[in-house]
C-alpha cells in the first residue's frame, strides 16, 4: 500500500515553467514503477509520463516530448514532473500514479495507487 500526494500545480503563462511533486508513504517506494496522467474538463485521463522503479528508463506520450521530464528521488520517496515550455493544452487536473507487480515495465495504465491530483493552468 502507498498513498501518494500531488503538489506544485498552479496558474503559469503559456511558455512558461512548473515542476509538480508527488511524495509517497511507506518504505517501498523503490519497487513501484511512477506515472504522472491528467485530465482536462470533459475528457478522459491520459497518460503523460512514466520512469521506471531505477529512474533508469522514461517514456512520454508524444504531446509532450522535449517538454516535460518525469524523475524521481528514491531515498526521499517522491516523483517529479518538470513541465517546460507550457501550453494552454496542458490545462489539466495532473495526477501521480504508482505500480507494483513482477515486471520493471513502463506502463502506461493499470496503475494501482493514485493521488488526488493537482490542477494545472496555463493561460494564453
Known amino acids: 500500500q502507498v498513498q501518494l500526494v500531488e503538489s506544485g500545480g498552479g496558474l503559469v503563462q503559456a511558455g512558461g515553467s512548473l515542476r509538480l511533486r508527488c511524495a509517497a508513504s511507506?518504505?517501498?517506494?523503490?519497487?513501484?514503477?511512477m506515472g504522472w496522467f491528467r485530465q482536462a474538463p470533459g475528457t478522459e485521463r491520459e497518460f503523460v509520463a512514466v520512469?521506471?522503479?531505477?529512474?533508469?528508463?522514461?517514456f512520454y506520450v508524444d504531446s509532450v516530448k522535449g517538454r516535460f521530464t518525469i524523475s524521481r528521488d528514491n531515498p526521499k520517496n517522491t516523483a517529479f514532473l518538470q513541465m517546460n515550455s507550457m501550453k494552454p493544452e496542458d490545462t489539466a487536473v495532473y495526477y501521480c500514479?504508482?505500480?507494483?507487480?513482477?515486471?520493471?515495465?513502463?506502463?502506461?495504465?493499470?496503475?494501482?495507487?493514485w493521488g488526488q491530483g493537482t490542477q494545472v493552468s496555463v493561460s494564453s
Open positions: 500514479a504508482a505500480k507494483g507487480g513482477k515486471y520493471d515495465n513502463l506502463y502506461t495504465t493499470g496503475y494501482d495507487f
Open positions: 520512469i521506471n522503479r531505477s529512474g533508469g528508463r522514461t
Open positions: 511507506g518504505r517501498t517506494f523503490s519497487s513501484y514503477t
